[in-house]
């Protein structure tokens, strides 16, 4: 045999073996993967920054492969669990959204975009005695009317408070404090549990006193407009007697 063949074989035997080798190689890095716990997750990852309180949409994340020791506790594993809701903080691109980053209520979490510029918002609490039972809904306006004790001669006097008023939240949630449910004064006596209502009011911060005032002395009413009129009025307060009937 030539050298020249010697030398082929020579190059075709570390050829072989080379293969054999990276063969031999693969198969270990499977079998370690197999058997160290090592596996894949996929996970929901943020892609392109959420501010808070924002809806997430199906663009700002996506799914992901990590390795089962990289998941967070908590990390969401599908993307039904995240679009369509609400983040909690502000979210960064590359980070796994975990639970704690949502927020089930997203009524809630969207309700701080909706105060308008220069308002406050206002919560009293509403019932089928001192409202309009459940017919108030957010986007609607209501006048808020206020009877107190006249401080010469002690009579009752009904007044219109504000007029024209934006109900930013109702919150139906059942109240087991009776006294909730006044939104009057000092002077409830009821002690019957009842289901409460919350209605948050965009006022300014003139009015907002107004009507804490009201609330803690006096009892507070709240009057339902027609969508159609915006129209404020001047109106006189009502006294007993004669005052009370000749109202038009």
Same mark, same amino acid.
């Given at each position: 045999?030539?050298?020249?063949?010697?030398?082929?074989? *020579?190059?075709?035997?570390?050829?072989?073996?080379?293969?054999?080798?990276?063969?031999?190689?693969?198969?270990?890095?499977?079998?370690?993967?197999? $058997?160290?716990?090592?596996?894949?997750?996929?996970? @929901?990852?943020?892609?392109?920054?959420?501010?808070?309180?924002?809806?997430? =949409?199906?663009?700002?994340?996506?799914? $992901?492969? @990590?390795?089962?020791?990289?998941?967070?506790? +908590?990390?969401?594993? %599908?993307?039904?669990?995240?679009?369509? $809701?609400?983040?909690?903080?502000?979210?960064? !691109? +590359?980070?796994?959204?975990?639970?704690?980053?949502?927020?089930?209520?997203?009524?809630?979490?969207?309700?701080?975009?909706?105060?308008?510029?220069?308002?406050?918002?206002?919560?009293?609490?509403?019932?089928?005695?001192?409202?309009?039972?459940?017919?108030?809904?957010?986007?609607?306006?209501?006048?808020?009317? @206020?009877?107190? %004790?006249?401080?010469?001669? +002690? +009579?009752?006097?009904?007044?219109?408070?504000?007029?024209?008023?934006?109900?930013?939240?109702? =919150?139906?949630?059942?109240?087991?404090?009776?006294? @909730?449910?006044?939104?009057?004064?000092?002077?409830?006596?009821?002690?019957?549990?009842?289901?409460?209502?919350?209605?948050?009011?965009?006022?300014?911060?003139?009015?907002?006193?107004?009507?804490?005032?009201?609330?803690?002395?006096?009892? *507070? $009413?709240?009057?339902?407009?027609? !969508?159609?009129? %915006?129209? *404020?009025? %001047?109106?006189?307060? *009502?006294?007993?007697?004669?005052?009370?009937?000749?109202?038009?």
């Amino acid at each position: 045999m030539s050298r020249r063949s010697n030398l082929i074989l *020579v190059v075709f035997a570390l050829l072989l073996a080379l293969l054999s080798t990276f063969v031999i190689l693969k198969q270990l890095s499977s079998w370690k993967n197999q $058997h160290t716990g090592e596996r894949k997750v996929s996970v @929901v990852t943020v892609v392109k920054a959420v501010a808070a309180h924002q809806l997430v =949409d199906s663009s700002d994340v996506a799914m $992901h492969t @990590v390795p089962a020791s990289a998941v967070e506790p +908590g990390a969401q594993s %599908s993307l039904e669990q995240v679009v369509g $809701h609400y983040a909690a903080t502000g979210w960064f !691109p +590359g980070q796994q959204v975990i639970a704690q980053m949502l927020v089930a209520n997203s009524q809630r979490a969207a309700f701080p975009l909706t105060v308008p510029t220069g308002l406050r918002a206002f919560t009293i609490a509403d019932d089928s005695v001192t409202g309009v039972d459940h017919l108030i809904s957010a986007g609607d306006f209501v006048d808020v009317l @206020v009877t107190y %004790s006249d401080k010469k001669d +002690g +009579g009752p006097i009904a007044a219109t408070l504000l007029q024209d008023i934006k109900v930013l939240n109702v =919150d139906q949630s059942p109240a087991a404090n009776p006294n @909730v449910a006044t939104v009057n004064s000092t002077n409830a006596q009821s002690s019957v549990n009842t289901s409460v209502d919350t209605v948050t009011l965009a006022v300014t911060p003139k009015q907002a006193e107004a009507l804490d005032y009201a609330i803690a002395f006096g009892r *507070v $009413h709240l009057a339902l407009r027609s !969508p159609h009129d %915006s129209v *404020v009025t %001047s109106e006189t307060p *009502v006294t007993p007697g004669a005052d009370a009937l000749s109202v038009k």
